[in-house]
């Protein structure tokens, strides 16, 4: 599968972002979904995760009750919806994708994930 992250942008601290991940030659179904975040110069960091059925969901202790993973298995995407969002959460937000079953819940490790987007930048204004 192909991944293709979208929906970032300048927002002001407070505000409300929705990033998408368009999933292309796979079975949408097959997968688990993960969103990570980096800032230059520092490793990448776990955000949310969302199991193959699709209600099973996992958040980074930086955006727990304020970011939202989702999907929608018709349109084939991902979301990660951020609210209230902070200047810390400036970095740039991977979409990630796992088939394979056998490890353990919940996956917040980027080797647990075989497929990755492109990237998408998310500015917060002070």
């Known amino acids: 599968v192909q991944l293709q992250a979208s929906g970032g942008g300048l927002v002001q601290a407070g505000g409300s972002l929705r990033l998408s991940c368009a999933a292309s030659?796979?079975?949408?179904?097959?997968?688990?979904w993960g969103w990570f975040r980096q800032v230059p110069g520092k490793e990448r960091e776990f955000a949310a995760a969302?199991?193959?059925?699709?209600?099973?969901?996992s958040y980074g202790g930086s955006v727990k009750g304020r970011f939202r993973i989702s999907k929608d298995s018709a349109k084939k995407a991902t979301y990660l919806q951020m609210n209230s969002l902070a200047p810390e959460d400036t970095a740039v937000y991977y979409c990630?994708?796992?088939?394979?079953?056998?490890?353990?819940?919940?996956?917040?490790?980027?080797?647990?994930?075989?497929?990755w987007g492109q990237g998408t930048l998310v500015t917060v204004s002070s």
């Open positions: 969302l199991a193959w059925d699709g209600a099973t969901t």
């Open positions: 030659g796979g079975i949408f179904g097959d997968y688990a």
């Open positions: 990630a994708g796992r088939r394979a079953h056998g490890s353990s819940w919940p996956f917040s490790e980027e080797y647990q994930y075989e497929t």
